[in-house]
């Protein structure tokens, strides 16, 4: 397993941006997805980008053009850089590492909070 801190969650106005950072325990050269979820106050946990070892890149439709996923495989970190930022993105964001290649696992990051003022 590896272990997961994001940080660089914060408060800001509408229009705003955030860069949130997921730092790993381990190489996440091998782990074959990198994401980022999210879960607003009354709502499930949504998926919000994702990015593979291969390159490829994945959005939620509400954050398409808005958000940016990026791995830097040398620092062991995933980033998510959000602009343009918006009240109905309020919610704490979490990170996730998927690798189904053996040693399997599956591991979530305690998550940051992002809050948005209108």
């Known amino acids: 397993q590896v272990q997961l801190v994001e940080s660089g969650g914060g408060l800001v106005q509408a229009g705003g941006s955030l860069r949130l950072s997921c730092a790993a325990s381990?190489?996440?050269?091998?782990?074959?997805?990198m994401a980022w979820y999210r879960r607003a106050p009354g709502k499930q946990r949504e998926l919000v980008a994702t990015?593979?070892?291969?390159?490829?890149?994945n959005y939620a439709d509400s954050v398409k053009g808005r958000f940016t996923i990026s791995r830097d495989n040398a620092k062991n970190t995933v980033y998510l850089q959000m602009i343009n930022l918006k009240p109905e993105d309020t919610a704490v964001y979490y990170c996730?590492?998927?690798?189904?290649?053996?040693?399997?696992?599956?591991?979530w990051g305690q998550g940051t909070q992002v809050t948005v003022s209108s």
């Open positions: 996730n590492a998927h690798k189904w290649t053996l040693p399997a696992f599956r591991s």
């Open positions: 381990q190489s996440i050269f091998s782990i074959n997805v």
């Open positions: 990015k593979t070892s291969d390159g490829s890149t």
